[in-house]
């Protein structure tokens, strides 16, 4: 069964770092097109990253210069690392993965960051 689950989330305060971690199971993880997304209360699901299974990256404007997505295909494991996180970073964080090809689709549940003093 194709899986994703996300981690890291947490509180953070104004200006500090969070590291949000997606680890794959029942794909093969090198054919998956990553991404973030996240949807705060009220609010429509954006997309804030994407990567590529080449490593082709793309942000948001709203983070860019301040995540950074990445992968570790030996790991299973697709990151976002955030710095200078905003009050308005504050939403619910989901990864999604998209296998090249043949379309499939998988979402993480998701994972709570709080940007707050």
């Known amino acids: 069964q194709v899986q994703l689950v996300e981690s890291g989330g947490g509180l953070a305060q104004p200006g500090g770092s969070l590291r949000l971690s997606c680890a794959a199971s029942?794909?093969?993880?090198?054919?998956?097109?990553m991404a973030w997304y996240r949807q705060a209360p009220g609010k429509e699901r954006d997309l804030v990253a994407t990567?590529?299974?080449?490593?082709?990256?793309n942000y948001a404007d709203s983070v860019k210069g301040r995540f950074t997505i990445s992968r570790e295909n030996a790991k299973n494991t697709a990151y976002l690392e955030m710095n200078m996180l905003k009050p308005e970073d504050t939403a619910v964080y989901y990864c999604?993965?998209?296998?090249?090809?043949?379309?499939?689709?998988?979402w993480g549940q998701g994972t709570q960051v709080t940007v707050s003093s």
């Open positions: 029942g794909i093969i993880f090198s054919n998956f097109d």
């Open positions: 999604k993965g998209t296998a090249r090809f043949s379309g499939v689709v998988a």
């Open positions: 990567i590529t299974r080449l490593g082709t990256t």
